[in-house]
């Protein structure tokens, strides 16, 4: 799953390369996520793969292996009101930048997740479905995800009425029509269209 990171070591066989991913675009309440990894090349990491296509068990299980073997690792994050103000593209975006300016470690080459890479003084390559293509940003896609879902484990228990431990803030029945039924939370994202529409018709 490495072929660019194969295609990049070609001419600097121990070159860092940070993969990176976002979670959370999508949902209608939360921060939007990003990690950066570098990983280790002596310290490899089995399973690594998308994370939305491994159960949460699984991901529960390589976070730590990653966290414990990489070379480096970081979050960033973007909050509500700034997801508000620029939009979530450069909200995601924003994330990304903050994680990678976070790693320990600089990295020779950035790999994103996507089609947009942040403004950073690196050298980047955006892929297209890059958490299926490449380790480094599978393994970011796994370590956001899992610290992002612990973040909206931790919402569930103060507003435990919207199910975020079940749907995580994502735009499930049961999340809207919690939504209808008890209105908005300091933790959604008003600008989001489900959101102003259940509010409206509440």
Known sequence: MNSTRQRLDMTHSAMRIAGVDEVGRGSLAGPVMAAAVILHPDRPVAGLRDSKKLSRMRREQIDPLIRERAMAYAF????????????????????????????SVTPEHVLIDGNRAPPIALPVTTIIKGDDKEDSIAAASIIA???????????????PQYGFNEHKGYPTKRHIQAIKEHGITRHHRPTYRPVREAMQNR
């Open 76 to 103: 960033g994050r973007a909050e509500i009101d700034e997801i508000s103000d620029i939009n979530i593209l450069h909200a995601s975006l924003l994330a990304m930048k903050r994680a990678i300016e976070q790693l």
């Open 145 to 159: 995800k899992v610290q992002r879902d612990r973040e909206m484990n931790d919402i569930h228990r103060a507003h």
